[in-house]
């Protein structure tokens, strides 16, 4: 597995935590980490990207980019 797949399922793994479906995203009283609506949604996006990068047959200079500024977000450490 190339290291881009690997960081990216180790990313979507850790992205997977936050999905609480039993609760209101909306209502931060029942979220499991409370996050806001738009903090909820990013992560959404993020875990399906994450996860399809972790699969991809190709990916290109874009795609590492965004991997690279998705793992800050999260405060993964940098690459070296």
């Given at each position: 597995m190339s290291r881009f797949r690997r960081d990216a399922a180790v990313l979507a793994a850790y992205l997977a935590q936050f999905e609480?479906?039993?609760?209101?995203?909306?209502?931060?009283h029942t979220a499991a980490t409370a996050l806001t609506p738009e903090e909820h949604h990013q992560r959404r996006r993020d875990y399906a990207d994450s996860l399809a990068w972790a699969t991809a047959k190709q990916i290109n200079n874009e795609d590492i980019a965004a991997l690279t500024q998705m793992r800050q977000r999260y405060g993964f450490p940098p690459q070296s």
């Open positions: 609480n479906t039993e609760s209101n995203c909306t209502d931060p």
